[in-house]
């Protein structure tokens, strides 16, 4: 078997006294792609933070490619091919468009703190966030300020802030959050299409995107994962149903 | 791209444009308001608009709001009036055009060691340190003299060493055009800063710092990058004082001057590059102009200079009963100085009558900065002028170029006694 693209081994996190994450054990194969399901309060984006290095967990370990990156800074665990993005849009709201997606990749490209480079002529930066941008369908809204675009376009803009550094392992964090059923959908298939060949970790509410994206579905209740399956296994796991479905499971057709 | 076929990249014409544009009008500035209160007035301008276009570096582009900024200018300054004494004295070989570029390296190194510590934290607690960071510089120039001269701070003489190519950057509009050449070299390196990478991830900082780092950034190294680079054009700006006014006291590191070039980026405007270049110009106008138009000039003197640069004794009157020590000049030495100075410096100043020279009180009483340049042009004119007479040039050096006017007026004076 290979090196999982992300372990975690019995990783908890407590604040004070409260334990939030109970001992979690999680392999991500390289390609795969995982939702993260769970009632509200359950941890899930505690679990984020923790992977992407807002947090450093109380104990446990996370591995990236078989490297430890626990207590390591959000920026060094970027750097080695782990991007995310947030539930609660997180952009660069005075750049336009063009300018946040070439922000996303400057370090990936090796420029660093370089003061000496002119922008206008660095241009494999420029291709890919224009590449980038069509992407995620805002080609059209190049040179509009990130922070009056709508809600929707800013979601859109958040993933591909997160994906545009080229990184291989992408976080998203409730993407779809907020959206109505036809931009939902729309996000769907962004998502699929931006993902080709990357693994994909994602945090979900609407049960029709995950049954679209996902390989495999972890359930966390309360800081543990209780199963961790094919959508139809844990849609037929009696455990999953009474914990987050409330034992009221309706039959539910993948989209 | 097949080869074989043409390019065609239109020239950035409005770049050209603009740029060409500010170059002219930096060139014959001095042709039109071509009076000696106007070129000084230019002088200042020039060298607030360089201190400006860095804070809003800091301000406007990394989205740290400085109290003091002034540290890195004002250390700058001292450093290049040493600068100039050391060349005076012949210690050193910098030429004067490249005495700014100490102060800049000085700024550089000061912002490189004040900037560790500042940067470790954002937002008001930043502030808030810059703000303790200015007022311990402050206070340390006041407690070594040897290097920050006290209370009078340390002057110099710009005119050291042979002239190139008949430029000694004696006359005003010689040192004019040093700072507008400094001028348009700084503007065009910050802008040009703005737009490398460094320069846009510094806006990603400033608009969305945990973002930034979550994209690869380490903002705090972000911040660290922009705050020496902001320092060593302040040190450029503030050697460029240094050279414009021939002292620095410890005025130049005070919050007060921190306060102002918050201000004057403010006026002009943050968000667009040229916006704090406009504020200096308005700022500075308001600053020198604020006294012709109210008697209450007073307060805002004692606001601006809090310091022994505008001194004029008890009850404002210039101290005339104390001669001036030390003067070794013969009687007639003393006259031929006092008369070449008369005739040399008399149509100087079409503010400053001659009726007045001699009576320092009456000068002051007309306003701040009809002051400083009475005494800054009357330091130049007895330079200029008395150079025949070695003794008492060197006798009257020490006097001349003392911060405190009233003994630039005892120097006067004792010569008048004579004359």
């Known amino acids: ?255 | 791209m097949p080869v074989g076929l043409i390019r065609y990249s239109p020239i950035n014409l409005g770049r050209w444009l603009v740029w060409g544009g500010f170059a002219l009008a930096l060139v014959i500035a001095p042709l039109v308001f071509s009076s000696g209160s106007s070129l000084s007035l230019l002088s200042l301008m020039g060298t607030m608009m360089i201190f400006s276009l860095s804070y809003n570096m800091l301000l406007g582009q990394s989205g740290m709001l400085s109290f003091g900024h002034a540290v890195y200018s004002g250390l700058g300054a001292f450093f290049a009036i040493h600068a100039i004494n050391l060349s005076s004295s012949g210690t050193l070989q910098v030429p004067l055009t490249l005495v700014p570029l100490v102060g800049g390296v000085a700024g550089l190194l000061f912002g490189a060691l004040f900037g560790y510590v500042t940067t470790q934290r954002s937002g008001t607690a930043f502030s808030m340190i810059s703000l303790g960071i200015v007022e311990l510089v402050f206070a340390c120039s006041l407690m070594f003299p040897g290097f920050f001269g006290g209370e009078g701070g340390v002057s110099g003489d710009r005119v050291f060493g042979r002239p190139f190519f008949g430029i000694s950057f004696g006359p005003q509009i010689q040192v004019y055009y040093l700072i507008a050449f400094w001028l348009f070299v700084s503007a065009v390196a910050m802008f040009a800063l703005a737009h490398t990478p460094l320069g846009r991830i510094a806006n990603a900082v400033r608009d969305n710092p945990e973002r930034a780092e979550f994209v690869g950034y380490d903002p705090q190294r972000v911040r660290f990058l922009m705050l020496m680079l902001s320092a060593f054009f302040a040190g450029i700006s503030g050697g460029l004082a240094a050279i414009n006014f021939e002292i620095v006291s410890a005025e130049n590191v005070s919050a007060a001057r921190s306060g102002a070039v918050l201000l004057f980026a403010f006026i002009g405007g943050t968000g667009i590059f040229f916006g704090p270049m406009l504020g200096a110009i308005v700022g500075v106008l308001l600053t020198v102009m604020l006294p012709e138009f109210t008697k209450a000039w007073l307060l805002y003197r004692d606001f601006f200079h809090h310091d022994g640069h505008v001194r004029t004794g008890r009850h404002g009157q210039p101290d005339r009963d104390e001669p001036a020590p030390g003067i070794q000049g013969t009687d007639a030495a003393c006259a031929a100085c006092h008369a070449a100075a008369g005739r040399a410096c008399g149509h100087r100043s079409d503010r400053v009558r001659d009726a007045d020279r001699d009576d320092v009180s009456a000068v002051a009483r007309r306003g701040t900065w009809h002051f400083l340049e009475f005494v800054r042009m009357e330091r130049r004119c007895y330079v200029d002028a008395c150079l025949a007479d070695r003794d008492l040039y060197a006798a009257c050096r020490r006097r001349i170029f003392s911060a405190t006017t009233w003994r630039v007026s005892g120097c006067l004076g004792g010569c008048a006694g004579r004359a």
């Open chain 1, 1 to 255: 078997m290979s090196t999982p693209a992300l372990d975690l081994k019995n990783v908890r996190k407590q604040f004070g006294s409260a334990e939030i994450i109970r001992g979690v054990n999680l392999a991500i194969q390289p390609g795969e792609r995982v939702a993260i399901i769970g009632p509200n309060g359950a941890g899930k984006s505690t679990l984020f933070n923790l992977i992407s290095g807002r947090f450093a967990p109380s104990s446990g370990e996370i591995l990236l490619n078989g490297r430890q990156i626990a207590g390591l800074a959000p920026s060094q665990i970027n750097r080695l091919g782990l991007s995310r993005s947030f539930q609660i849009t997180n952009i660069f709201h005075r750049l336009s468009v063009f300018e946040n997606l070439r922000c996303a990749v400057l370090w990936s490209l090796g420029y660093r703190y370089s003061f000496w480079h002119r922008l206008s002529a660095l241009k494999v930066a420029r291709e890919v966030a224009e590449q980038v941008m069509e992407s995620i369908g805002l080609g059209w809204r190049r040179d509009t300020t990130a922070g009056l675009l709508t809600y929707a376009e800013q979601r859109a803009l958040e993933i591909g802030i997160t994906v545009a550094g080229g990184a291989d392992v992408i976080l998203l964090d409730e993407p779809t959050a907020g959206m109505s059923r036809s931009e939902s959908d729309k996000a769907v298939e962004l998502i699929r299409e931006v993902t080709v060949g990357k693994t994909l970790l994602m945090v979900e509410h609407d049960m029709s995107v995950v049954f679209g994206v996902a390989d495999r579905i972890a359930v966390v209740v309360y800081g543990e994962v209780i199963a961790c399956d094919t959508p139809e296994a844990i849609r037929d796991n009696a455990r999953v149903q009474e914990a987050y479905l409330g034992g009221h499971a309706p039959a539910q057709e993948p989209a």
